[in-house]
């Protein structure tokens, strides 16, 4: 059983967003960057299914120089090969982009299963996943709960609105990861030092046969006009709920009923 | 031709309302332009729905009625509206940004062979070219996008933003011939969670606890005011991580990000992932017993107080409002 995760570097999701100078990107000072929050799932998972059934996992990320660190982060809780794509800044957001990247990444490599995220933190698209198994004629399984995987098949559980589809499918096949699948593990010390001596395969863009400057001009498929805050809320209106708390719940009650017409 | 298509998601023969909310909006856009509106629907004994359709905007509706496309799967379904698509060569794609639309959505993109704008909340018309308005950063910042000239424009819509119009009139429909499902990840069954209750991701109206709920049987109290409202109970990580109620509850960042008409959070503090993940509903109501605590800064209406002693009292007085 080889897995590969697929893992994105994104802001902390406790970072509190500024625009950068161009309009167009977040302003990166101060910004602390992690393995994005789904992506450990996915993670989880594959270092799991390779402890019961053997096998190896490989993290491959495509993403700027700092990524590194997200794949050292991966390697010292367990992975056992990393793989840098070097880049990235350019074709941000672009799904497509990043799907055809990572498809050329991992098409040659040998894999039963590829591990994602359902989405990445920050650009918060969930369409990575698909569009790398439709890049990669594999089928797709989104927002997984629950994973069993057999020889040569497996079946998921799929979180969508008021329940769960139970879906079977046969492997190699994209999984894409989401919260209850499993509780990720932390970096043991034995794993952090065994992570130094590991290396990180680094591969350019060109070396997939692929123009970054192509995907991210001529092919892409997303274009950012402008990012902007949310506008400001003026300050609501607050109920000292303190010492007549019955008088408070009929004040809150009538102005959702006559002001804000909402129940 | 230019057009737009709308891709119909059905559960059990039961057209999904985030659905004909695109459809509207799709309707709406067209009119300025005179573009023709069209529907897809896949699914299993679903013909009868397909007409009726008109009424919401479709003058035509590529139907794949099918044993096989009963029940979801990401590869059937994108052959079907990749099918449609051939036949109606619209400049657009429509979805509802639910859980089946923001699966299927990016799957059609790459077949077709161009990008896909998801979970947008605003839509305009830059000459033939939709720029759309998404939230991303969970919420935190929004970004004003389009697809770089690509088409057709695959554009999924999150649900209750864009209103739902109900007019007349029949839609022609098209039986799609000729489909050669491949189809690998099946649905075998969709099993029901939490006995048929609102979801969060669909709710108009969410009732969410946090760690100020103490345990998990004092959510009791928040289903019976959700109950009351017709609401979703939603949860704070804190709550999700304490074990108290399911992740599948979870409002935030790494939860569901909600857009509802009334989000009351209770004994939720605010956390910066969870203020990201319901920060565009209409109305936010704070109740919690910290004046500091920053879900004030974002709330409309806030009660400082217990809880314990504010939501049973709020929920006597919507009892009386509900029957008056």
């Not at chain 2, 099993?191 to 009791?220: Q, T």
């Amino acid at each position: 059983m080889n897995c590969i995760v697929c893992m994105t570097h994104v802001p902390d999701t406790a970072s509190i967003i500024k625009i950068g100078p161009d309009g167009k990107h977040i302003d990166e000072s101060g910004i602390k960057w992690i393995v994005s929050p789904y992506d450990e799932y996915a993670l989880e998972a594959a270092l799991q299914l390779v402890e019961a059934q053997g096998g190896e996992v490989t993290v491959v990320c495509y993403g700027p120089a700092r990524a590194e660190a997200g794949l050292r982060e991966c390697l010292a809780r367990g992975a056992h090969k990393a793989v840098h794509v070097v880049g990235g800044e350019e074709t941000l957001g672009d799904s497509m982009a990043i799907a055809k990247v990572l498809a050329a990444a991992v098409k040659d490599r040998e894999y039963d299963v590829v591990l994602c995220g359902v989405k990445g933190v920050g650009t918060d698209n969930s369409q990575v996943p698909q569009m790398l198994a439709e890049l990669l004629d594999l089928p797709h399984v989104t927002n997984v709960t629950k994973l069993d995987v057999a020889e040569g098949t497996f079946t998921a559980e799929r979180e969508v609105e008021g329940g769960v589809e139970v879906v079977e499918s046969p492997l190699p096949a994209v999984v894409a990861a989401t919260k209850g699948l499993n509780e990720p593990r932390y970096a043991s010390l034995k794993g952090i030092m065994a992570a130094k001596r590991k290396p990180v395969e680094k591969v350019e863009v060109s070396a997939l046969g692929l123009d970054e400057a192509a995907l991210a001009g001529a092919e892409a498929t997303y274009s950012v006009r402008a990012l902007e805050l949310p506008p400001a809320k003026e300050a609501g209106k607050v109920i000292q709920g303190e010492d007549d708390p019955k008088a408070a719940a009929a004040e809150l009650a009538r102005l959702l009923r006559d002001e804000a017409k909402v129940i | 031709m230019a057009g737009i298509l709308v891709f119909i998601e059905q559960r059990d023969g039961s057209i999904r309302k985030g659905s004909l909310q695109a459809l509207s909006e799709a309707k709406r856009q067209a009119a300025a332009k005179g573009w023709p509106v069209a529907a897809v629907l896949p699914g299993s004994g679903i013909s009868g729905e397909a007409a009726g359709l008109g009424a919401y905007g479709a003058s035509k509706v590529y139907v794949a009625d099918d044993a096989n496309l009963a029940l979801y799967s990401g590869e059937g379904y994108a052959e079907v509206v990749a099918k449609a698509a051939g036949q109606f060569e619209p400049d657009a794609i429509f979805f509802s940004a639910t859980a089946m639309g923001r699966d299927l959505a990016p799957r059609v993109a790459a077949r077709l062979g161009v990008g896909a704008l998801a979970d947008v909340t605003g839509l305009d018309l830059d000459g033939d070219q939709f720029v759309a308005r998404r939230p991303v950063y969970s919420g935190k910042a929004f970004a004003v996008v389009d697809t770089a000239g690509k088409k057709p424009q695959v554009i999924s819509l999150r649900p209750n933003v864009f209103a739902l119009e109900q007019g007349e009139g029949t839609a022609e429909v098209v039986n799609l011939d000729g489909l050669s499902l491949s189809i690998r990840a099946l649905v075998k069954e969709f099993v029901e969670k939490g006995g048929g209750e609102i979801d969060v991701a669909e709710a108009e109206i969410i009732v969410s606890g946090g760690r100020g709920m103490k345990g998990p049987e004092n959510f009791a109290m928040l289903k019976e005011l959700a109950d009351l409202l017709g609401a979703a109970v939603g949860a704070s990580r804190a709550a999700v991580d304490a074990g108290w109620i399911d992740h599948s509850h979870q409002v935030g960042q790494t939860g569901k990000v909600v857009s509802p008409t009334l989000y009351i959070a209770v004994g939720i503090s605010g956390a910066i992932q969870h203020l990201a993940g319901m920060g565009s509903s209409k109305v936010i109501v704070a109740i919690n017993k910290d004046p500091d605590a920053p879900i004030f800064k974002v709330a409309d209406y806030g009660i400082v107080g217990d809880l314990f002693e504010v939501v049973p009292a709020l929920i006597e007085e919507v009892k009386k409002i509900k029957a008056a």
